[in-house]
């Protein structure tokens, strides 16, 4: 969760939209790609890049946005 005490509440909350800029960007290349391009079954192809964003939302939330400072 954000914590609206801390500082750098504005760097986590930008960090946070940047990630998921980055992994909808990551869905649609994905879709674009083994629909349009490979002609493999669209919710094949869909299932396949929701499971690619769920890891990679959840891997840039754990190891960039949400990450313990030391003090």
Same mark, same amino acid.
């Given at each position: 969760?954000? $914590?609206?005490?801390?500082?750098? *509440? %504005?760097r /986590?909350?930008?960090?946070f939209? $940047?990630?998921? =800029?980055?992994? =909808?960007?990551?869905e /649609?290349? +994905? %879709? ?6 490979l002609? +493999? &079954?669209?919710?094949?192809? !869909?299932? +396949?890049?929701? @499971?690619?964003? +769920?890891?990679? &939302?959840? *891997? @840039?939330? !754990?190891?960039? *946005? ?6």
């Open positions: 969760m954000f $914590g609206s005490t801390d500082p750098g *509440v %504005l /986590e909350a930008m960090a939209t $940047g990630g998921r =800029l980055f992994t =909808l960007g990551a /649609e290349m +994905i %879709l674009w790609f083994g629909i349009d391009v002609d +493999i &079954n669209a919710m094949f192809i !869909k299932v +396949i890049a929701q @499971i690619v964003v +769920i890891v990679g &939302n959840y *891997v @840039i939330s !754990k190891w960039f *946005v949400f990450r313990r400072r030391r003090s």
